[in-house]
């Protein structure tokens, strides 16, 4: 009778563990891995990496989920163990499968980044959310010099409270942008070290560009920048002279070693984006075409430009420019409705409705929120099985359909564009329906 009073609390335990939704991730194991300003490389360090427990649906009843860790390895194939277990005649089945860079590898090209706009003017409340980020296991970091929403110098502060840790430069990538003064007054915000308002309306572009680098410089407190952006004001092109030449200036700071990667905010214009960089037209002068491309293009997630659905799906979604990044922001509190009108297709998934829209470019100022930005991340590139649903929900985001046998955003099929929502080379990884 003993034994089995043992077995039946034993059963009783499982199903509210169950019921309850057990946490399936180690946030006090996260990995970290090296960064690397490459476009093809992102070699993670030798450590240990969190595994991620997927419980094969078509038992019973389910083992009590845990985190096991493996040493990590520079190879892209996951891992993955299937344990029996047989316990008062049932049997249980647990498949335990490990991401092969845990929290994607720390480049350019992870698919998780920490946005810093949320935390607005306050330096203190910046800088402790900054450090906390890092802490849970983000490691790349966006942020803006000159821009009003932004403070970069509390950034620069979190990131020193994070090195007194043990995180090192070199295990963090660090993206700041470029906010021209002329047009963008209401953007820019005047730091204590910029000249008179007087002084800026005259300086010109190049020589906005030399003052707001070594600013983001001395704020973050760093001798190189990972990505530095054009910020074009309120989704509005900036003029493409004036943009021209402060990306000379970009360029100069490349050639140095002191920027890595370059890009812009705002693309909605397939044919200006190929004008200006590329010469794909005529009516553009060689002399002019920049000679180092941008790599990340930064873009708000939102109906009112169709998701980048349409002239722009070939150039940010097929594999005409490869090398490109598209970063997404403004995805929870945009035309997506934050996720709240798709709750039955993410219950489907085991998902939070905000989960299924989870981007990689993140502000996260609360602990449980940045704990469910690093478990998404892991696994959003599998989140759709097929075609059909993806094309269901993205009906239910406003996105006009695809030509047949075009992907939309969002699509994975093993070497695509990660989500929508998400930067579009994501870290591999795995997931089930039943991860929280």
């Not at 490349?254 to 890595?260: A, H, L, M, N, R």
């Not at 699509?411 to 795995?430: A, F, H, K």
């Amino acid at each position: 009778m003993k034994i089995v009073g043992i077995i039946l609390l034993i059963v009783i335990i499982t199903i509210v563990r169950v019921l309850l939704g057990h946490e399936i991730t180690d946030y006090n194991n996260l990995s970290s891995f090296s960064s690397s300003s490459s476009l093809s490389s992102l070699s993670p360090v030798s450590s240990t990496k969190t595994a991620v427990m997927i419980v094969d649906k078509k038992t019973e009843e389910t083992t009590s989920t845990s985190t096991t860790s493996v040493s990590s390895s520079s190879s892209s194939s996951n891992t993955t163990t299937t344990t029996t277990v047989t316990t008062g005649g049932v049997a249980t089945t647990t498949t335990t499968a490990t991401t092969d860079r845990g929290v994607a590898g720390v480049s350019y090209r992870t698919s998780l980044a920490y946005g810093t706009k949320i935390s607005g003017k306050d330096q203190s409340k910046t800088a402790y959310n900054v450090e906390t980020a890092i802490q849970i296991g983000f490691r790349h970091i966006v942020t803006c010099g000159h821009h009003s929403s932004n403070n970069e110098s509390g950034v620069g502060i979190g990131l020193q409270n994070a090195y007194k840790n043990g995180i090192e430069r070199k295990d963090l990538f660090l993206q700041t942008c470029f906010v021209p003064f002329t047009g963008n007054k209401q953007d820019f915000l005047r730091q204590s070290s910029d000249p008179p308002e007087q002084e800026l309306v005259t300086m010109s572009i190049e020589d906005q560009v030399h003052l707001s680098i070594k600013t983001s410089l001395k704020n973050l407190k760093t001798t190189y920048l990972d990505a530095y952006i054009f910020h074009n004001f309120r989704a509005k092109l900036y003029d493409t002279n004036e943009m021209l030449k402060a990306w000379k200036v970009f360029e100069e700071y490349v050639d140095q070693g002191i920027i890595k990667q370059l890009g812009l905010t705002s693309v909605h214009n397939a044919k200006w984006f190929e004008t200006t960089f590329y010469n794909n037209s005529t009516t553009a002068t060689t002399q002019m075409i920049p000679r180092i491309k941008p790599t990340i293009i930064q873009n708000r997630f939102h109906s009112n430009r169709q998701y980048d659905v349409g002239e722009l799906q070939e150039i940010f979604h097929g594999t005409k420019y490869s090398n490109l990044q598209i970063q997404r922001f403004w995805i929870l509190n945009g035309s997506s409705g934050g996720g709240r009108f798709h709750t039955e297709l993410a219950t489907k998934k085991g998902l939070s409705p905000a989960q299924l829209l989870k981007p990689a470019l993140v502000g996260s100022n609360t602990l449980q929120h940045m704990r469910d930005d690093i478990v998404i991340s892991k696994c959003y590139n599998t989140i759709f099985k097929s075609e059909q649903e993806r094309n269901d929900y993205s009906k239910k985001l406003g996105m006009k359909q695809q030509p047949v046998g075009k992907q939309l955003p969002g699509s994975y099929n093993g070497g695509g564009s990660g989500g929508s929502g998400s930067s579009d080379n994501p870290g591999s990884g795995s997931c089930n329906a039943t991860t929280e």
